[in-house]
């Protein structure tokens, strides 16, 4: 059984920075994609960056520059760096472990970036 927990999450002032981290337990079968989604206030879950077997990342447009998505093989985690934040960034952020028949997800971490 795959479980994800995300730390990092809190309050900071627009151009801030921040650092997430998700915790994977279990054992993640090869292929799978890695990634930060987050649901602001009263929208839509949306994609904040993903990273795939090879190490390639993916970053929205709206997300270029600003963060940076890692993964650490020897501790089992994902990170997402955020810098530059600002108050549409707020939101609940997950971690994800997709692709294939089988999704896992954490239960988020709050983002609140004041102005």
């Known amino acids: 059984q795959v479980q994800l927990v995300e730390s990092g999450g809190g309050l900071v002032q627009a151009g801030g920075s921040l650092r997430l981290s998700c915790k994977v337990s279990?054992?993640?079968?090869?292929?799978?994609?890695l990634a930060w989604y987050r649901r602001p206030p009263g929208k839509e879950r949306e994609l904040v960056a993903n990273?795939?077997?090879?190490?390639?990342?993916f970053y929205p447009n709206s997300m270029k520059g600003r963060i940076t998505i890692s993964r650490d093989r020897v501790k089992n985690t994902v990170e997402l760096q955020m810098s530059s934040l600002q108050p549409e960034d707020t939101g609940v952020y997950y971690c994800?472990?997709?692709?294939?028949?089988?999704?896992?997800w954490g239960q988020g971490t709050q983002v609140t970036v004041s102005s």
């Open positions: 994800a472990v997709l692709g294939g028949p089988e999704e896992y």
């Open positions: 279990g054992r993640i079968s090869s292929g799978k994609t």
């Open positions: 990273i795939v077997e090879d190490g390639n990342a």
